[in-house]
């Protein structure tokens, strides 16, 4: 029995120290996530998302759309402060607690009188640095913690950095789902597999160069004429949605292997290519307002 | 193993008028574009899509 108080101990003091304040690294939030996220709830709803959509005026479908990704960013910088906060306490937590409890257990086998209960001790001990050191490694990432912690940080300025330079524009040239878009990838920029993958993607200094690459770069002289109005308003009728089954019947006009870019090109191209365009439309019973 | 390489295409429309600008840009995201940017030049814009291929 005797020899059972240090395993207890050890076992008290391990959860002690893992449940020491200093090793959250970081003074409490003044507010809870809770409490945090529910400043910014109205704007997560379908409500504010309807109120864009029906908006017509520039200014009115801005503000809306402003108000929607800052709420956005601000609930997502809310939920990666809390993930990275407990992560790496949760990492100290776990290293520290479990030497200790190994040290106690080590400690109790060299005092215990019988040989039985040593031979457990030692075996308990192993145990805890074998466990100790496999969950370090593969949920915590050992000692390249810090680093992935700062990858998630550089990602998320970067996209960031895009999101507002999208902002200051105006929501014809950022409308809400190119904003929602990149918000989806400033959450990814926060997660663990994002950051290991930025990492990856930075230790291949060849392929990084190659992707950063233009291939190519084609000039086309806009022309906006009549036809491109009506082929316009053909493909996105109440001016903002495209018509799935107009835009299916463009591209098999324009050409059998045509892109949603060469559509592009012809509306806003020669006008030589409107009129076959129109033509071919019209021809198959479509009506061009 | 390497990731393969992607390449950029870009696609520079030159001459829009204010009117085309907000249909060209919104076709433009909706083709797919990755980054779409818009310089005014005298009374016209010149509007650069890029793309990757």
């Not at chain 1, 400043?39 to 029906?54: C, E, F, N, R």
């Not at chain 1, 000039?219 to 495209?242: E, N």
Request: proline residues 4%; neutral net charge.
């Amino acid at each position: 029995m005797r020899s059972i108080h240090p395993f207890l101990m050890s076992a008290i003091c391990a959860l002690a120290v893992g449940g020491c304040q200093s090793l959250n690294g970081a003074p409490t939030p003044i507010e809870s996530r809770k409490e945090a996220l529910a400043h910014v709830s109205a704007q997560m709803l379908p409500a504010a998302i309807q109120t864009y959509d029906d908006a017509t005026a520039e200014t009115a479908r801005r503000k809306a759309r402003d108000r929607i990704i800052r709420a956005r960013i601000y609930a997502i910088d809310v939920n990666y402060n809390d993930f990275s906060r407990s992560l790496s306490t949760e990492q100290k937590s776990f290293v520290v607690g479990s030497d200790v409890l190994a040290a106690g257990l080590t400690g109790a086998a060299t005092l215990a009188k019988s040989a039985r209960t040593k031979t457990h001790l030692t075996t308990y001990a192993g145990f805890v640095l074998g466990i100790r050191g496999t969950v370090d490694k593969e949920l915590y990432f050992s000692k390249t913690l810090p680093a992935i912690i700062a990858q998630m940080n550089a990602s998320r300025q970067t996209v960031l950095a895009k999101i507002t330079e999208g902002l200051a524009r105006p929501d014809s040239d950022y409308p809400l789902a190119a904003g929602l878009a990149d918000l989806e990838a400033y959450y990814v920029a926060g997660t663990l597999n994002g950051a290991l993958a930025a990492i990856s993607k930075e230790a291949g200094v060849q392929t990084q160069t190659a992707e950063d690459r233009i291939a190519s770069v084609t000039t086309i002289a806009a022309q906006y004429d009549d036809l491109s109005r009506k082929l316009s308003r053909y493909w996105q009728p109440d001016g903002v949605a495209f018509d799935a089954g107009h835009e299916a019947r463009m591209l098999a006009c324009v050409g059998p292997r045509a892109s949603v870019v060469d559509l592009v090109d012809v509306i806003h191209g020669t006008a030589a290519q409107r009129t076959s365009l129109v033509a071919c439309l019209t021809a198959g019973g479509a009506t061009l307002n | 193993m390497p990731e393969p390489a992607h390449h950029l295409e870009q696609r520079v429309y030159t001459g829009v008028t204010e009117e085309e600008r907000p249909v060209l840009v919104a076709q433009l995201w909706h083709a797919g574009a990755i980054k779409v940017e818009t310089v005014k030049t005298s009374d016209t814009y010149t509007v650069t899509a890029t793309f990757r291929v």
